[in-house]
């Protein structure tokens, strides 16, 4: 009887121990694939020849792909800081890589990279450059591109305007916003019309409401011989900001002209949203939280959502027992905006103690 109790308790201490060193490599699997910023499919080409060096092919990828993140995370002015930083460093950020498809086509070698920069070394080599990047989410907004023509004294919405038309023609692959535009419509073109006196003072709330979007972009473009006077209405999360912009000497029928004209805008409102999503990464929040280690379906629930929370800088276990495992996290936030990320995913914590713990 004895034996029988002690081949139990055994049983139940080895299970634990299965389970545990089963969550304890999910978690460096989950840690590794979640700290990391990845540039996807960078298409990379180099002539084939005598001075043919894969080390040079290699680098470059790794310098492309850190200015389509800077482009991705950080704003116009500050990408200008850092887009000189030498390769020596850059690789210092770079957790790993992968090249596929690799081609060689009349005399050019083609190929394909992924590459994960480290998250935590990453935010470290901003601050020390005193950047502050951006969490990098996608958005929806609705555009609405009015071009006045100050010549003819004309106003387009749909017919002949060339920013309708070409607006979303060109997308750079590090642009987080993506811009919905109305589809022609007889009542709006003639409620705008009504209103072109008053343009700059139109809500063009009719219009915004016909679209399940709650974010818009109202962009007038005055067009006075080559010179563009650009008024943007940028409300986006509950913001409003009015932007003022010129555009000397610009061609809006030459297509490189216009393509220009078109990525500046683009840039104006990347910032915007870049400027509302900003990590303050001087902000170091330490936390920690405990839950019950036998609920392994919360424990991996919990590592999933605080990997995909882009405010936890890092998180690791730092002790263990047989009845709860303890967390120590560094948050880039108020402890409240903590709270909430994981009340809008499903988790509640009880914080009437120092250290939180999972209900």
């Given at each position: 009887m004895q034996f029988k109790k002690k081949f139990s308790n055994l049983n139940k201490l080895?299970?634990?121990?299965?389970?545990?060193?089963?969550?304890?490599?999910?978690?460096s699997i989950s840690k590794v694939c979640a700290s990391s910023f990845k540039i996807k499919d960078l298409e990379i080409t180099a002539p084939f020849d005598v001075n043919f060096n894969k080390e040079k092919v290699i680098n470059g990828a790794f310098k492309e792909a850190f200015i389509e993140l800077i482009s991705m995370i950080t704003t116009s002015s500050d990408q200008e800081k850092i887009k000189k930083t030498s390769i020596k460093t850059v690789k210092t950020l770079i957790d790993s890589?992968?090249?596929?498809?690799?081609?060689?086509?009349?005399?050019?070698?083609?190929?394909?990279?992924?590459?994960?920069?480290?998250?935590?070394?990453?935010?470290?080599?901003?601050?020390k450059e005193n950047i502050f990047p951006s969490i990098p989410k996608k958005k929806k907004v609705l555009l609405i591109?009015?071009?006045?023509?100050?010549?003819?004294?004309?106003?387009?919405?749909?017919?002949?305007?060339?920013?309708?038309?070409?607006?979303?023609?060109?997308?750079?692959?590090?642009?987080?916003?993506?811009?919905?535009?109305?589809?022609?419509?007889?009542d709006d073109m003639y409620s705008i019309l009504e209103n072109?006196?008053?343009?700059?003072?139109?809500?063009?709330?009719?219009?915004?409401?016909?679209?399940?979007?709650?974010?818009?972009?109202?962009?007038i473009v005055y067009k006075n011989y080559e010179e563009l006077k650009?008024?943007?209405?940028?409300?986006?999360?509950?913001?409003?900001?009015?932007?003022?912009?010129?555009?000397?000497?610009?061609?809006?029928?030459?297509?490189e002209g216009l393509r220009e004209t078109l990525i500046k805008l683009k840039n104006t409102y990347e910032n915007h949203w870049k400027d509302i999503n900003k990590i303050n990464t001087s902000i170091k929040v330490p936390l920690?939280?405990?839950?019950?280690?036998?609920?392994?379906?919360?424990?991996?629930?919990?590592?999933?959502?605080?990997?995909?929370?882009?405010?936890?800088?890092?998180?690791e276990i730092s002790k263990f027992d047989s009845t709860t495992i303890y967390y120590k996290l560094i948050y880039n936030g108020a402890p409240n905006k903590f709270l909430d990320d994981l009340e809008s995913k499903g988790i509640e914590i009880n914080i009437e103690n120092k250290d939180w713990k999972i209900k």
């Amino acid at each position: 009887m004895q034996f029988k109790k002690k081949f139990s308790n055994l049983n139940k201490l080895y299970i634990f121990f299965f389970y545990f060193i089963l969550f304890i490599n999910i978690l460096s699997i989950s840690k590794v694939c979640a700290s990391s910023f990845k540039i996807k499919d960078l298409e990379i080409t180099a002539p084939f020849d005598v001075n043919f060096n894969k080390e040079k092919v290699i680098n470059g990828a790794f310098k492309e792909a850190f200015i389509e993140l800077i482009s991705m995370i950080t704003t116009s002015s500050d990408q200008e800081k850092i887009k000189k930083t030498s390769i020596k460093t850059v690789k210092t950020l770079i957790d790993s890589f992968t090249m596929s498809n690799e081609k060689f086509i009349n005399d050019m070698y083609l190929v394909n990279f992924d590459v994960n920069f480290n998250k935590k070394n990453t935010l470290k080599f901003f601050e020390k450059e005193n950047i502050f990047p951006s969490i990098p989410k996608k958005k929806k907004v609705l555009l609405i591109p009015v071009l006045v023509d100050l010549q003819s004294n004309q106003i387009s919405i749909f017919n002949d305007n060339v920013f309708y038309d070409s607006w979303n023609l060109n997308k750079e692959k590090f642009f987080l916003l993506e811009y919905i535009l109305p589809t022609e419509d007889i009542d709006d073109m003639y409620s705008i019309l009504e209103n072109s006196k008053s343009i700059e003072e139109y809500d063009f709330k009719k219009t915004i409401e016909k679209y399940d979007l709650e974010d818009s972009i109202i962009v007038i473009v005055y067009k006075n011989y080559e010179e563009l006077k650009v008024l943007s209405k940028i409300r986006i999360n509950d913001r409003l900001k009015i932007e003022n912009q010129t555009f000397k000497k610009v061609n809006i029928r030459d297509s490189e002209g216009l393509r220009e004209t078109l990525i500046k805008l683009k840039n104006t409102y990347e910032n915007h949203w870049k400027d509302i999503n900003k990590i303050n990464t001087s902000i170091k929040v330490p936390l920690t939280i405990s839950l019950d280690s036998s609920e392994y379906a919360k424990v991996s629930q919990f590592e999933k959502i605080i990997n995909e929370l882009d405010l936890v800088f890092s998180y690791e276990i730092s002790k263990f027992d047989s009845t709860t495992i303890y967390y120590k996290l560094i948050y880039n936030g108020a402890p409240n905006k903590f709270l909430d990320d994981l009340e809008s995913k499903g988790i509640e914590i009880n914080i009437e103690n120092k250290d939180w713990k999972i209900k």
